[in-house]
């Protein structure tokens, strides 16, 4: 069964805490990003990879860490430097080609800090 | 449509209805367009995309119309049933954005039965 999945569907953290949130993909994707949903708002980029050992800051990177050993995985960190982590997380990947691309998502994370 | 803090535009059909979804775009650069479905507390899914050289497309009960003059997009839901109700998004695409999709905040779609 071929997508992306991410782990865990929900997710706990006390302040001051550091979490990671799994995202992995068996489309053989090039492409992997990391976006924030907040209630009634558009997605806004955290990082992007296009390729392994390799990602880029997106829009609201401060807080956010990740990292692109493998192509099938993106990991992202949010770090208690992250002051308002309270969101949706999604990850998404793309094949990609340069030209744009569409981008799949995985179903989802929901942070919620206590 | 555009969003203002909290409040999605919501549009409200009756059960077999045509609904139009629109969408204002902001880079008259942008080559690609894609529109998303995402239900509640799930990941957006993907309907259909268009690329700048057309003007329609059309899918399975869907069709996207593009207008580069005006920068307006839209999604076109034939026979709309409640299945249909959730949240939709079109996102751009432009070489200027190094490629990476800029999504608008999203239209709600409610169906009534």
């Known amino acids: 069964d071929g997508g992306i999945t991410q782990s865990p569907k929900y997710l706990f953290r006390k302040e001051g805490q550091n979490v990671t949130l799994s995202c992995e993909q068996n489309?053989?994707?090039?492409?992997m990003y990391w976006y924030r949903q907040d209630p009634g708002q558009g997605l806004r980029l955290i990082y992007y990879s296009q390729i392994v050992n390799d990602f880029q800051k997106g829009d609201i990177a401060e807080g956010y860490s990740v990292s692109r050993e493998k192509k099938e995985s993106f990991p992202l960190t949010v770090t208690s430097a992250q002051k308002n982590p309270t969101a949706f997380y999604l990850c998404?990947?793309?094949?990609?080609?340069?030209?744009?691309?569409?981008?799949?998502f995985g179903p989802g994370t929901r942070l919620t800090v206590l | 449509g555009e969003s203002v803090g909290l409040h999605l535009p919501t549009l409200s059909v009756q059960e077999g209805d045509n609904s139009i979804i629109n969408c204002a775009y902001s880079n008259s650069a942008s080559d690609y367009f894609i529109w998303y479905k995402q239900e509640s507390g799930k990941g957006p899914q993907f309907i259909i995309d268009?690329?700048?050289?057309?003007d329609k497309r059309q899918g399975q009960r869907v069709t996207v119309l593009l207008n580069k003059t005006v920068k307006h997009l839209s999604l076109q839901i034939a026979a709309t049933q409640p299945g249909d109700s959730a949240v939709y998004f079109c996102?751009?695409?432009?070489?200027?954005?190094?490629?990476?999709?800029?999504f608008g905040a999203g239209t709600i779609l409610r169906v009534k039965s």
């Open positions: 996102a751009e695409n432009s070489m200027e954005y190094g490629n990476k999709l800029v």
């Open positions: 998404a990947s793309s094949s990609y080609r340069g030209a744009g691309d569409t981008q799949y």
């Open positions: 268009i690329r700048s050289n057309m």
């Open positions: 489309l053989n994707h090039d492409a």
